[in-house]
């Protein structure tokens, strides 16, 4: 009962599409070692089984093997994912896993359309599994220390009244690409994925499901933005935070209170110098093939890219 003592104190929160630079922003954030962020093992499994506790904290920690044998298993099946988005045991992680413990997620949809369960969790308010979560942050926090976390789920775009609510001191920080570059590159990338879960895979059907479903996360995000405090909440466009990328990280900094000291410049240099775009080789997109009407949803998309100042993306 001790880890409600611990306090989630003014964590860094990332909400944003898929394939609109949250990876690498969370990523480049995360590499400050005066950050706590969630490694994907621990994201899998929070707390050890009682009787593996006296290995936690030991690279004998069964945790590490099972998730490193699960993602051999997902590299055999899909040996390209990691051009669209690398995975390996200890890659920062969303916690949005978290959230599917207490069945408040949208990762169940990126296994197959479900559009019932979308339904479902859209009826509900959240705001109960946003507190579930941090309870388990709490847990992790007492099990592994760690002081601020830094946090990212593209599933917060259409919670910001709960997501402000269960982290009311966060920073905030939304990210924004020309909506149908997104449509595009996360129905190529789910209907790759989805050979793990469907049998035939129909990437029109499954691009279109999710067209429809980031269309309703935007409108959401919309709708709510101004429930995030402006004056610690940011949006930050895809093109220029690729242009600099540690310039917005030192406007983060400085929006957030976080010290931009000598230890976080070196990480987050060191970050940027290993991780380039692209290391696994390039994807290759084919419009076509998953059936996206480009102008149509650029035309549906419009009020939200004037909004934000977006520009579009060539197609």
């Known amino acids: 009962p001790e880890i409600h003592d611990i306090e989630i104190a003014a964590p860094i929160v990332i909400a944003g599409l898929p394939r609109t630079g949250t990876t690498h922003l969370h990523n480049l954030i995360s590499a400050d070692p005066a950050l706590r962020s969630l490694p994907y093992w621990e994201s899998q ?21 099972r998730t490193e044998g699960g ?13 669209m988005h690398e995975m390996t ?26 559009p019932t369960w979308r339904d479902y969790y859209k009826s509900h308010d959240q705001t109960p599994h946003y507190e579930y979560m941090k309870t388990v942050l709490k ?44 449509m595009v590159s996360m129905g190529t990338m789910v209907s790759y994925s989805a ?9 029109v059907a499954i691009s279109n499901y999710w067209a429809d479903r980031l269309d309703d996360m935007l409108n959401a995000a919309m709708r709510d933005r101004e429930l995030l405090p402006a004056s610690r909440s940011m949006d930050i466009r895809f093109d220029q935070f690729m242009a600099d990328d540690l310039g917005t990280i030192r406007s983060i900094y400085e929006l957030a209170g976080q010290p931009m000291d000598a230890a976080a410049e070196a990480a987050l240099a060191n970050y940027g110098a290993t991780h380039e775009r692209e290391r696994f080789g ?3 997109y084919d419009v076509d ?20 100042g977006i520009p579009d993306e060539p197609w």
């Not at 929070?46 to 936690?56: C, D, F, K, R």
């Not at 993602?71 to 051009?83: E, G, K, S």
């Not at 946090?151 to 259409?158: A, D, T, V």
Request: glycine fraction near 2%; charge should be negative.
């Open 289 to 308: 093939q998953i059936g996206i009407d480009v102008a149509a949803r650029r035309e549906q998309m419009r009020s939200y890219s004037e909004r934000f």
């Open 195 to 203: 050979r793990i879960s469907l049998s035939p895979v129909d990437p």
């Open 139 to 182: 847990a992790c926090q007492f099990l592994r220390g760690g002081d601020r976390w830094i946090l990212k789920s593209p599933q917060h775009l259409e919670q910001f009244g709960p997501l402000a609510r269960t982290f009311p001191d966060a920073t905030f920080l939304v990210t924004h690409r020309d909506p149908v570059s997104v």
């Open 282 to 284: 390039k994807v290759i």
């Open 71 to 83: 993602l051999q298993v997902m590299n055999m099946i899909m040996p390209d994912f990691n051009r």
């Open 89 to 114: 045991t200890w890659h920062v992680h969303e916690e949005i896993q978290i959230l599917a413990i207490d069945f408040s997620t949208m990762m169940f949809e990126t296994m197959a359309p479900m």
């Open 45 to 65: 499994q929070p707390v050890p089984l009682q009787s593996e506790a006296s290995l936690a904290k030991t690279p004998e920690d069964p945790r590490l093997a």
